[in-house]
């Protein structure tokens, strides 16, 4: 089942997020309708709280962003705990399922040890590189609730604030299913 997208200005998307355990209720369709909800919207990431659950929960698949010579990586991360970032920061056009139409530059740092449970509520720690660990950092931010405008230079912020507004408000035109929270 394909879910509605949490567009910028819903207070899920601030939210830190809460640690789950195995019999957290509709884990496994949560987990396959997120999968979905991905595939449709063209995402290579997404976490619990963009379909309005503040639950410490992400899967990424970065097969999309792969050329041949580098599989990419399809991921369930429940309960994460970055362990260690390391590298010279580099800078990549992030966007955001739940902030259409706005693509920024954010530097992050090209390594990471992640500590995480998968589907199966076993604990794994292992390090990523490259885009799988950009696409991790970005979507372990949401479980911090923090978006990759945040990472953004007060003029950059400054300069994309008034298409914030317009998504908030639900002014923006997107080819998939979102849910706009109308300021009152
Ligand atoms: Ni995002």
């Given at each position: 089942m394909i879910l509605p997208i949490r567009a910028y200005g819903d207070p899920v998307l601030r939210k830190i997020c809460q640690s789950i355990t195995s019999?957290?209720?509709?884990l496994n369709q949560l987990i396959e309708n997120m999968f979905e909800t991905m595939y449709e919207s063209n995402g290579v990431g997404l976490a619990a709280p963009q379909v309005g659950h503040d639950i410490r929960l992400f899967i990424i698949d970065t097969n999309a962003f792969s050329d041949k010579k580098i599989k990419g990586v399809k991921k369930i991360f429940i309960?994460?705990?970055?362990i260690e970032e390391s590298g010279v920061e580099w800078g990549f056009e992030e966007g955001c399922l739940s902030i259409p139409k706005i693509r920024e530059n954010v530097k992050r740092p090209p390594k990471l040890i992640i500590k995480y449970q998968d589907e199966n509520f076993i604990w794994n720690e292992e390090s990523f590189d490259d885009m799988a660990a950009r696409v991790i950092q970005h979507e372990f931010d949401h479980i911090e609730?923090?978006?990759?405008?945040?990472?953004?230079?007060p003029l950059k912020k400054q300069l994309i604030k008034g298409k914030l507004i317009n998504i908030s408000k639900g002014k923006v035109d997107v080819d998939y299913k979102m849910k706009f929270y109308f300021k009152k």
């Amino acid at each position: 089942m394909i879910l509605p997208i949490r567009a910028y200005g819903d207070p899920v998307l601030r939210k830190i997020c809460q640690s789950i355990t195995s019999d957290f209720p509709g884990l496994n369709q949560l987990i396959e309708n997120m999968f979905e909800t991905m595939y449709e919207s063209n995402g290579v990431g997404l976490a619990a709280p963009q379909v309005g659950h503040d639950i410490r929960l992400f899967i990424i698949d970065t097969n999309a962003f792969s050329d041949k010579k580098i599989k990419g990586v399809k991921k369930i991360f429940i309960n994460a705990v970055i362990i260690e970032e390391s590298g010279v920061e580099w800078g990549f056009e992030e966007g955001c399922l739940s902030i259409p139409k706005i693509r920024e530059n954010v530097k992050r740092p090209p390594k990471l040890i992640i500590k995480y449970q998968d589907e199966n509520f076993i604990w794994n720690e292992e390090s990523f590189d490259d885009m799988a660990a950009r696409v991790i950092q970005h979507e372990f931010d949401h479980i911090e609730g923090v978006l990759f405008i945040d990472h953004l230079s007060p003029l950059k912020k400054q300069l994309i604030k008034g298409k914030l507004i317009n998504i908030s408000k639900g002014k923006v035109d997107v080819d998939y299913k979102m849910k706009f929270y109308f300021k009152k």
